[in-house]
């Protein structure tokens, strides 16, 4: 299946990056492995990156744990946050200060003038890339929203300090032939509605909250006993058709809706095993 990244699109990434100092890649908490873009790989060859995992107030915080602890012993820079509240940004800061120090203390070296430290962020459709780079400027600069791909063309943007920022459109990974990642990308947002059959991924996740957390169904449903099915959601939430039948559909929607507002809880989709 396309990652639906156009090739003049990438080639003008590559041309931006190439005097970017350092990457973050915007994951999301819930799913790191499964929101990874590998063109990340390719277009941040040779730059200092940093892993966010974004969204963490939505992951359950001893798995986020479990991440942050694997993403280390694997030597790779990472840092949770929650760029909606702005929990994790002390430590974010503190990092980008450290990086632009050692930048300039390696040009004084060299003889050359200390600049500012330039920075890009990456990331696949409705991580929060946006939505992080606007925490980093303390206003909203950049337009955000809960729907794929809503940044358009990148833009240099400056931040506090000696940082500046290079903001680009999300990413579509590869991992979309991997039905197991297409469900985890639909669950939290990351596909646009075609790309999927939202009835089947509905009743997948319900497949999982039904091993995982039960009791998180009953917070949204009303239903505190019995098999979790989208038939028993639609009939409690009155979601019928025209001819009294339940609409599937859109009990279907609002499961994913809820999942995706976190009312259903603090959940995480996928613990480390591989990265």
């Known amino acids: 299946m396309s990652t639906g990244v156009p090739k003049r699109q990438v080639r003008l990434l590559l041309n931006s ?21 590998p063109l990340v790989e390719r277009l941040a060859a040779g730059k200092k990156q940093l892993l966010i995992l974004n969204k963490a107030d939505l992951a359950e915080p001893a798995a986020t744990e479990q ?13 949770a946050v929650d760029s909606r509240k702005g929990w994790g940004f002390r430590e974010l800061w503190l990092y980008l200060e450290e990086a632009a120090l050692e930048l300039n203390q390696k040009l004084q070296k060299k003889g050359r003038r200390p600049r500012e430290l330039r920075t890009a962020v990456l990331g696949i459709p409705n991580v929060g890339k946006s939505t992080f780079l606007n925490r980093l400027l303390g206003k909203h600069a950049v337009a955000t929203g809960n729907r794929p791909g809503i940044t ?6 400056h931040l506090r300090g000696a940082v500046s920022v290079l903001d680009t459109p999300g990413v579509l990974p590869p991992q979309l032939e991997d039905e ?10 990351a596909l646009g509605e075609k790309m999927y059959n939202i ?23 009303g239903i505190s006993a019995g ?6 959601l639609a009939q409690e939430k009155k979601f019928l ?3 009294g039948l339940p609409d599937l559909h859109r009990a279907a929607g609002f499961l994913l809706s809820s999942f995706q507002s976190g009312k259903l809880g603090s959940l995480t989709l996928e613990l480390p095993d591989h990265f």
């Open 17 to 37: 990056l190439k005097i970017v100092d350092l990457v973050f890649e915007i994951v999301d908490a819930r799913c790191p492995r499964s929101t990874r873009s």
């Open 67 to 79: 991440w942050l602890l694997f993403l280390a012993r694997e030597g790779k820079a990472a840092l």
């Open 152 to 157: 358009r063309g990148p833009q240099w943007v």
């Open 180 to 189: 197991e990642a297409i469900f985890k990308l639909a669950v939290i947002g």
């Open 199 to 221: 009835e089947d991924v509905a009743r997948k996740l319900l497949e999982f909250l039904e091993v995982r957390c039960p009791e998180s169904f009953s917070r949204i449903s």
């Open 227 to 232: 098999p979790l099915s989208l038939e028993g």
């Open 241 to 243: 058709l025209a001819d």
